[in-house]
């Protein structure tokens, strides 16, 4: 005798498969949910990787600008024989500043240097 399903093993059966399914859909939308989600993270990066840099040079441009006007006169060339090394390099934590006073006094003691070397 062959066994033929009744209306209530259909059903049975539906539910099961629908079990399957929804269970399947579960995990991709779970994992379409992680990728969005790393999406938005590297978003957020290549966002500070792009802003960062601009916030930075708002603050330290106008310092490194005001110290380079010393060494364009108003013609707009560079005068570099005077050039004040203090007012645009300046010592960082505790460490001595420059003995030279322009680009002449460190030319002049880079060339000295150089000759002490060739003895």
């Known amino acids: ?3 033929t399903p009744g209306p209530s093993d259909h059903w049975k059966k539906m539910a ?8 399947d859909i579960y995990q991709k939308v779970n994992k379409l949910y ?3 989600l790393w999406q938005r993270v590297i978003s957020w990066i290549y966002l500070a990787i792009i802003v960062v840099p601009i916030v930075a040079s708002l603050f330290f ?18 005068q570099l024989n005077n050039l004040p090394l203090d007012k645009i390099i300046v010592p960082a934590g505790n460490q001595p ?7 002449g006094d460190l030319l002049k003691q880079y060339q000295q240097l150089l000759r002490e070397i060739q003895r």
Not at 16 to 23: H, I, K
Not at 63 to 77: A, N, W
Not at 97 to 103: D, G, I, Q, R
């Open 1 to 3: 005798m062959e066994f």
């Open 97 to 103: 500043p420059t003995t030279a006073s322009s680009t």
């Open 16 to 23: 099961e498969d629908n079990l399957v399914y929804t269970q």
């Open 61 to 78: 441009l106008p310092s490194l600008i005001k110290g380079l006007t010393s060494i364009v006169d108003p013609s707009g060339s560079l």
């Open 34 to 36: 992680k990728h969005m």
